[in-house]
């Protein structure tokens, strides 16, 4: 009988350059799983053991001893349901640190990752000594006005300020505070592509002014179309820094062409029974998507009366009608109130929402024709998390770029615990 320890399973997987999906689909698993085995919940059988150590025998790394489990350590602040992380695990990086305050997300965080894991609430009641050193600092911020009132009395009195004045009240300011206190190799933010025009620009103004100058960051910045990898025009901007001058630069990035991205095809369930129905998404032989999903005759009748009244006004508000060969618009936390901006044709019937599985495959989460993400909550919940995520093929391929910068400035590198591991491979 052979019995992997949880530390042997993440060794053996981090050896071979596989990320936990990857593993997952090689053993004929899901993601879960893997997570359980890592997390101590449950022990591979031993005829999984025997699959995993072929494995390694045949990638030709013979004995696994003394493996380094991570590149360089990070921290994953206004978390969501996990969309950065998965994008820098996948390269490397061990998380640390997890901030959210949302009650229902970190029900999904947990389900998805360790489940030992502490998750911080509010980062505003968070201390900085509280958080651990780390080499990378993640953070999907949301977006808030500063006010102008302190640095005008500032200003007015010949005061000198820093970055406390213009962005205390903010949720920024708590991004900046453990920046300052920590000094990281590096930083990646995600927020909405507005937040370059808010209040006139003034917004994006003062943070990259406190990144650059109050803090001593070198900051590179770019909007990315997630329509790149996903079927959804979904913009966002993206800030990244470095506190030693490097060659990394967003624009620098090598992005697949957005025209020619996947349509909804890729994610769509596809009702024919090549995928196994999933309660409450889809059911029956041929997992057809459940009648649930299907609009109500009032709800399309006033979604198509409401375009026409703003057709007729000659705005551009209105229901957003896609087939298998679209693209969509982008998803949003507000999804669930009525599922405007993606609805699906159906032949005979009124058009359907998208299912939260498919919300999870439009973001990245899944791949298509898979289910490894787990969503424990209400269909409510699940498309306000979907709709708040960030779309995370996006963030791998940052991570693809970024991450060698950051393993290679890594302040702590010495101090990650090792994985020893017991036994040989013969």
């Given at each position: 009988?052979?019995?992997?320890?949880?530390?042997?399973?993440?060794?053996?997987?981090?050896?071979?350059d596989?990320?936990?999906e990857?593993?997952?689909?090689?053993?004929?698993?899901?993601?879960?799983?893997?997570?359980?085995?890592?997390?101590?919940?449950?022990?591979?059988?031993t005829?999984?053991?025997?699959?995993?150590?072929?494995?390694?025998?045949?990638?030709?790394?013979?004995?696994?001893?003394?493996?380094?489990?991570?590149?360089?350590?990070?921290?994953?602040?206004?978390?969501?349901?996990?969309?950065?992380?998965?994008?820098?695990?996948?390269?490397?990086?061990?998380?640390?640190?997890?901030?959210?305050w949302?009650?229902?997300?970190?029900?999904?965080?947990?389900?998805?990752?360790?489940?030992?894991?502490?998750?911080?609430?509010?980062?505003?009641?968070?201390?900085?000594?509280?958080?651990?050193?780390?080499?990378?600092?993640?953070?999907?911020?949301?977006?808030q006005?500063?006010?102008?009132?302190g640095?005008?009395?500032?200003?007015s009195?010949?005061?000198?300020?820093g970055?406390?004045?213009?962005?205390?009240?903010?949720?920024?300011?708590?991004?900046?505070?453990?920046?300052?206190?920590?000094?990281?190799?590096?930083?990646?933010?995600?927020?909405?592509?507005?937040?370059?025009?808010?209040?006139?620009?003034?917004?994006?103004?003062?943070?990259?002014?406190?990144?650059?100058?109050?803090?001593?960051?070198?900051?590179?910045?770019?909007?990315?179309?997630?329509?790149?990898?996903?079927?959804?025009h979904?913009?966002?901007?993206?800030?990244?820094?470095?506190?030693?001058?490097?060659?990394?630069?967003?624009k620098?990035?090598?992005?697949?062409?957005?025209?020619?991205?996947?349509?909804?095809?890729?994610?769509?369930?596809?009702?024919?029974?090549?995928?196994?129905?999933?309660?409450?998404y889809?059911?029956?032989?041929?997992?057809?998507?459940?009648?649930?999903?299907t609009?109500?005759d009032?709800?399309?009748?006033?979604?198509?009366?409401?375009?026409?009244?703003?057709?007729?006004?000659?705005?551009?508000?209105?229901?957003?009608?896609?087939?298998?060969?679209?693209?969509?618009?982008t998803?949003?936390?507000?999804?669930?109130k009525?599922?405007?901006?993606?609805?699906?044709?159906?032949?005979?019937?009124?058009?359907?929402?998208?299912?939260?599985?498919?919300?999870?495959?439009?973001?990245?989460?899944?791949?298509?024709?898979?289910?490894?993400?787990?969503?424990?909550?209400?269909?409510?919940?699940?498309?306000?998390?979907?709709?708040?995520?960030?779309?995370?093929?996006?963030?791998?391929?940052?991570?693809?770029?970024?991450?060698?910068?950051?393993?290679?400035?890594?302040?702590?590198?010495?101090?990650?615990?090792?994985?020893?591991?017991?036994?040989?491979?013969?």
């Amino acid at each position: 009988m052979i019995t992997l320890k949880p530390a042997e399973v993440r060794s053996y997987r981090e050896h071979l350059d596989l990320t936990q999906e990857e593993l997952a689909s090689r053993l004929g698993r899901t993601r879960r799983t893997v997570i359980r085995w890592e997390s101590g919940e449950t022990t591979p059988s031993t005829a999984t053991a025997m699959v995993l150590q072929q494995l390694v025998r045949e990638s030709g790394l013979g004995e696994l001893n003394g493996y380094r489990p991570g590149h360089f350590t990070f921290i994953d602040l206004f978390a969501g349901i996990g969309g950065m992380r998965l994008g820098f695990e996948r390269r490397g990086g061990r998380c640390v640190y997890t901030s959210e305050w949302d009650r229902f997300s970190r029900q999904t965080y947990r389900a998805n990752f360790p489940p030992e894991e502490q998750i911080a609430g509010d980062i505003r009641e968070v201390r900085t000594t509280d958080v651990p050193q780390h080499d990378l600092l993640l953070a999907g911020f949301p977006c808030q006005p500063f006010s102008l009132a302190g640095v005008s009395k500032k200003n007015s009195l010949g005061r000198p300020h820093g970055f406390a004045d213009e962005t205390q009240g903010t949720l920024f300011f708590d991004i900046a505070r453990i920046l300052r206190d920590h000094e990281p190799a590096a930083f990646l933010l995600e927020n909405v592509k507005h937040l370059q025009n808010h209040d006139r620009g003034r917004t994006m103004h003062v943070i990259l002014r406190t990144l650059e100058e109050e803090l001593g960051y070198h900051v590179t910045t770019r909007v990315i179309d997630a329509r790149s990898f996903l079927p959804q025009h979904r913009q966002r901007v993206f800030i990244a820094g470095f506190r030693e001058d490097t060659d990394f630069d967003l624009k620098d990035l090598d992005l697949p062409d957005p025209t020619k991205g996947p349509r909804l095809d890729s994610v769509l369930h596809p009702e024919d029974g090549s995928e196994e129905a999933e309660s409450p998404y889809t059911t029956g032989e041929s997992a057809v998507v459940s009648a649930k999903y299907t609009l109500s005759d009032h709800l399309w009748s006033y979604l198509q009366e409401y375009a026409r009244k703003h057709r007729e006004r000659g705005n551009g508000f209105g229901f957003g009608l896609v087939g298998r060969e679209d693209t969509a618009r982008t998803l949003s936390a507000r999804y669930y109130k009525d599922g405007s901006e993606i609805l699906i044709r159906q032949d005979g019937a009124n058009p359907r929402r998208l299912t939260p599985r498919e919300c999870a495959r439009l973001m990245g989460f899944d791949a298509p024709g898979q289910s490894l993400f787990e969503i424990p909550v209400s269909d409510t919940q699940a498309y306000k998390q979907f709709g708040n995520a960030v779309a995370v093929p996006v963030v791998d391929a940052i991570a693809r770029a970024m991450a060698p910068h950051v393993a290679s400035r890594a302040s702590n590198q010495d101090q990650l615990s090792l994985f020893p591991v017991s036994g040989r491979f013969d």
